[in-house]
């Protein structure tokens, strides 16, 4: 495909060159090619037809010494799955054998691989809708992780420090973890585009000591290099 590198919604275009390299015509010559599993089927020449990701030519003979070329056109998705580092073409030619077995089968498959520039890219929002607060008083914050990037991430640990002078209540779901002022959630899965939300709940002290004007709660969210 004349590629070493594709990005997400790049069109791909593989060109299969089929020699016949024996001594006597091939006959009914069958090739077929599977496309890679994260792309999209675009268009292929001479008529091909796909079920799935298998495309199959209509078959042909090709003599002694001749060449045909056959194309396929594939576009990656704009969001790259979890774990995906590059996408395989695999294309295999095979006739049948009226003249003979093929001199040499082991050349009757060829693979194309190219890396994928990808990656995810995290941002967190935060917010509780309130900009003051009481002693006694409940708050609940909103915890939003969204990935910017063009693939979708794995293995996010999301750890939120909890404001000092507050006693922790609740979190949305089940978190895993909790050492002392924070909250952990590990393995947490964020697909390009689909905001993930997590809440903690706390509630401010009765009494706060003198001095204290403010709270902050703070959270960050690190992939785990799984992308």
């Given at each position: ?17 089929i020699t016949n390299n024996g001594t ?5 010559v069958e090739l077929t090619d599977i ?140 978190y895993d973890e909790m050492p002392d ?47």
């Amino acid at each position: 495909d004349g590629e070493d590198v594709v990005v997400p919604q790049q069109p791909v275009t593989y060109t299969l060159t089929i020699t016949n390299n024996g001594t006597v015509t091939a006959t009914n010559v069958e090739l077929t090619d599977i496309l890679p599993a994260e792309t999209e089927f675009i268009t292929a020449s001479h008529k091909a037809t796909r079920s799935d990701d298998l495309v199959t030519w209509p078959t042909f003979d090709l003599g002694r010494g001749e060449t045909e070329t056959r194309s396929v056109t594939v576009r990656l998705p704009e969001a790259i799955p979890v774990g995906v580092e590059a996408i395989t073409n695999t294309a295999s030619v095979v006739d049948d054998g009226t003249y003979g077995t093929d001199l040499n089968p082991a050349d009757n498959q060829a693979q194309d691989v190219d890396g994928v520039d990808a990656e995810p890219g995290l941002e967190m929002a935060k917010e509780n809708g309130q900009d003051t607060v009481k002693p006694g008083e409940t708050i609940t914050y909103t915890l939003t992780i969204t990935n910017t990037g063009d693939q979708d991430a794995a293995g996010v640990v999301v750890t939120d420090t909890l404001p000092d002078h507050t006693t922790f209540l609740a979190t949305s779901g089940t978190y895993d973890e909790m050492p002392d002022g924070e909250v952990v959630w590990t393995d947490i899965a964020v697909p390009v585009g689909a905001p993930i939300r997590l809440t903690v709940t706390v509630e401010v002290d009765q009494a706060l000591p003198d001095g204290v004007e403010t709270i902050t709660n703070k959270v960050v969210a690190v992939g785990d290099g799984l992308s």
